[in-house]
C-alpha cells in the first residue's frame, strides 16, 4: 500500500481547498500511472527536508489550438 503525504504551501490552510488539492492530486496519478494510492495533507515543515528532494512542484497546463 502507498501512502502520499502531501504538504502545502501556508496560503492553502482552508481544510476545503487542501482536500480538494489532495483529490486532483490523487486523481490525477491514478489517470496517469493507474495507481490508487491513499493520502493525508499533512501542517506545512512536517515532512523532513533532503539534499534531493524537490523544493517546488509546478503544474503548468499544456494549450493546445
Do not use: F
Not at 6 to 23: F, G, I, M, N, W
Not at 27 to 56: C, F, I, M, S, W
Amino acid at each position: 500500500e502507498l501512502r502520499l503525504r502531501l504538504e502545502l504551501a501556508p496560503d492553502l490552510q482552508a481544510a476545503e481547498s487542501q482536500q480538494a488539492v489532495l483529490h486532483a492530486v490523487l486523481g490525477a496519478l491514478h489517470q496517469q500511472l493507474h495507481l490508487r494510492l491513499d493520502g493525508e495533507v499533512v501542517p506545512p515543515g512536517t515532512l523532513p527536508r533532503y539534499e534531493l528532494k524537490a523544493r517546488r512542484v509546478r503544474i503548468v497546463a499544456m494549450g493546445g489550438p
